[in-house]
């Protein structure tokens, strides 16, 4: 029997197949990933070269979201250990982990304690991105919610390398980050409304 979250995965995939181009396709990752872990925040950065950069974003504040606006494989923050382990980074909670303790004062202007940053390979192993989301408690997936991203991570880092058309993933990336920190953002925005109710009713 396929559990329910593979099935919702895979109506969700259906939804990005649909998406008219890369940037819609973008924002719909990230929002399933948010909903179907029930995630209060989240973030979706995309790969130039050996960088991330950050492109999208759910109720995180600015200041934050600069900190983080380029991240490397060296950085001790989850989302660096994720590309830098090319594996799927849990934190239970930040306060409790001694590589976050830099960063302890972002996690605490944003107010989570909890994330996980799970890498966005293709099918053919390209790191497309890497998208992360982050709980207000201390806070671990269920083997279900892993397994669900597992199966829907590499399908839709494929279908976002289908979109690129003839841009390359790095413009794509330095584009969209530029865009994102030129439109005004706001201190922080609220994580639960109709938004995320018409997420959830979707999946």
């Known amino acids: 029997m396929e559990c ?5 995965a895979r109506t969700n995939v259906n939804a990005v197949e649909n998406c008219a181009n890369f940037e819609d396709a ?18 979706l950065q995309l790969a130039a070269n050996n960088e991330l ?5 759910r109720g995180l504040p600015r200041d934050f979201l600069e900190f983080f606006r380029r991240v490397t494989p060296n ?7 994720a590309l830098r382990t090319r594996t799927t980074i849990v934190v239970f909670d ?19 304690r909890a994330v996980q940053s799970t890498p966005l390979f293709s099918s053919t192993g390209i790191v ?3 998208a992360s989301t982050k ?39 330095e584009k969209m980050c530029e865009q994102m920190f030129t439109e005004a ?3 922080a925005v609220p994580p639960s409304g109709q938004h995320y109710q018409a997420i959830n009713d979707r999946i």
């Open 135 to 173: 709980f207000k408690n201390p806070h671990r997936p269920s083997a279900i919610e892993v397994q669900t991203l597992n199966h829907y991570s590499p399908i839709a880092a494929d279908r976002l390398l289908g979109l690129l058309g003839q841009e390359t993933l790095s413009d794509k990336a």
């Open 26 to 43: 973008v924002e719909l990752v990230l929002n399933d990933m948010v909903a179907l872990q029930g995630a209060e925040y989240g973030d």
């Open 94 to 112: 930040v306060e409790q982990d001694s590589e976050f303790a830099p960063y302890l004062p972002y996690s605490r202007m944003a107010s989570y």
């Open 75 to 81: 950085q001790g923050c989850v989302c660096g250990r």
């Open 128 to 130: 497309v991105g890497m």
């Open 185 to 187: 953002l706001p201190s």
């Open 4 to 8: 329910g979250g593979i099935s919702h």
């Open 53 to 57: 950069l950050l492109v999208a974003q």
